[in-house]
């Protein structure tokens, strides 16, 4: 069973950077896409940033331009550096990674913004 790991939330204020982390407990081949989403309280849970196997991106027009999205050092690990962070970004964010054959997310990890 492939767990995913995710560190880095915590209390920020408004105008500072957090870093997420998201590592596969076990090693998958037919990686596909890993992704980054969030779901503040009453919200449904959205898109925040894509990166695929072949390293193309795509990001929410929420967070382009202060979001980044890369692969990890490590084999299906993802990165998400969010700076210029806002009150609205407040969520707890959640990691997915997708294959082939199936679809895994993480626990999620808080992400507070104060104004």
């Known amino acids: 069973q492939v767990q995913l790991v995710e560190s880095g939330g915590g209390l920020v204020q408004a105008g500072g950077s957090l870093r997420l982390s998201c590592a596969a407990s076990?090693?998958?081949?037919?990686?596909?896409?890993m992704d980054w989403y969030r779901q503040a309280p009453g919200n449904a849970r959205g898109l925040v940033a894509t990166?695929?196997?072949?390293?193309?991106?795509i990001y929410a027009d929420s967070v382009k331009g202060r979001f980044t999205i890369s692969k990890g050092n490590a084999k299906n690990t993802v990165v998400l550096q969010m700076n210029s962070l806002k009150p609205e970004d407040t969520a707890v964010y959640y990691c997915?990674?997708?294959?082939?054959?199936?679809?895994?997310w993480g626990q999620g990890t808080q992400v507070t913004v104060s104004s």
């Open positions: 997915r990674l997708t294959t082939a054959k199936y679809t895994y």
């Open positions: 990166i695929t196997s072949g390293g193309s991106t």
């Open positions: 076990a090693s998958i081949d037919s990686m596909i896409a």
